[in-house]
């Protein structure tokens, strides 16, 4: 028993110190990294790594670094702080491998093109687009949606387009609007901060929290809307695309990092 406890913890630490990935390019560990991307991956980044909710890995640099043992790091660890979980209790070190070989057999390094003049997106985010009122990029802007200093990697442009044009069809993580009536017939609707047994914490759309005791509350309901306004036919196509480019260059490092 200490002997398996042992040999794991030096399989773990042998896979850990690897700086070279030992099945790269191997045909074989290819397709089986494929069937686990599938799995595990495909539901973020797309059943081909092309992105959906989460990056595509298909295209451009991965911002995780240049080396295997980057790309080990981060699908076993995760990336702290960002929706990327490890997978490290899921998958064999072995696992890992294959997944990070199938990766590279798709990725193609470089920087993918991206119309749209970000100088002039960062001008209509803090102005016509009013978005900093809600989002804070550095330490600049409101408090109310999602930090978005890192958003140019966590999302892809297709993502990200339909995040401004649609917002209600993907809330994202932590931002569930819920619609509080109290016993005296008031309707707040907000942000849910933080349920126990006892109280509820709602934060509206004026950077103001409630907080309501179970007992004063009629019902707490969970709305599929989005509190952040759709930005439809608000923008011309080229003002869409220069808010894209400056999006896609807000890659800050992870807070956890
Ligand atoms: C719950 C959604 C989710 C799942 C499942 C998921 N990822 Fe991620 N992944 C993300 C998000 C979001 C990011 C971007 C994090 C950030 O940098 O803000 C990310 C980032 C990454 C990165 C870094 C990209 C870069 O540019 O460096 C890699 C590599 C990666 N994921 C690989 C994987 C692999 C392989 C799997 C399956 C074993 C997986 N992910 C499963 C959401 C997910
Ligand atoms: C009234 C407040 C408000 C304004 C104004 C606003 N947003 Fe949002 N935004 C939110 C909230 C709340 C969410 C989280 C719920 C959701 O995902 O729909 C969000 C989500 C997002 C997301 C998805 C973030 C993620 O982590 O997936 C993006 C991208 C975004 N907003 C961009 C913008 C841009 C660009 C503008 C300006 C054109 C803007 N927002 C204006 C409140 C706002």
Not at 176 to 194: H, L
Request: proline share 5%.
């Amino acid at each position: 028993m200490r002997n398996a406890t042992a040999i794991a913890l030096w399989t773990a630490w042998a896979a850990w110190a690897q700086t070279a990935n030992p099945v790269a390019g191997d045909p074989a560990s290819v397709e089986v990294g494929r069937g686990i991307f599938r799995i595990y991956c495909s539901p973020c980044h797309g059943i081909r790594g092309e992105g959906g909710k989460g990056p595509s890995l298909l295209q451009g640099t991965l911002h995780t670094g240049g080396s295997d043992a980057e790309l080990y790091q981060a699908i076993a660890a995760g990336i702290p702080g960002t929706e990327m979980p490890g997978f490290g209790g899921a998958l064999t070190a072995d696992g890992v491998w294959r997944v990070v070989a199938f990766l590279r057999s798709v990725n193609q390094p470089g920087t993918p093109f991206i119309p749209g003049d970000r100088v002039e997106g960062e001008r209509l985010f803090w102005t016509k687009g009013g978005c900093g009122q809600c989002h804070r990029v550095g330490t600049r802007g409101g408090r109310f949606g999602p930090e978005l200093s890192r958003i140019g990697r966590a999302r892809t442009l297709q993502h990200l387009r339909e995040s401004i044009e649609n917002p209600g069809r993907d809330v994202a993580a932590g931002f569930a609007t819920v619609s509080v009536v109290t016993r005296d017939g008031r309707r707040i609707v907000g942000i849910e901060r933080g349920r126990d047994n006892f109280s509820v914490r709602l934060l509206d759309a004026q950077e103001q929290y409630h907080s309501f005791l179970k007992e004063d509350v009629q019902s707490i309901q969970p709305e599929t809307r989005s509190l952040m306004p759709s930005y439809r036919n608000v923008f011309t196509a080229k003002e869409l695309d220069d808010l894209l480019a400056y999006l896609a260059s807000l890659t800050a490092a992870a807070p956890g990092r």
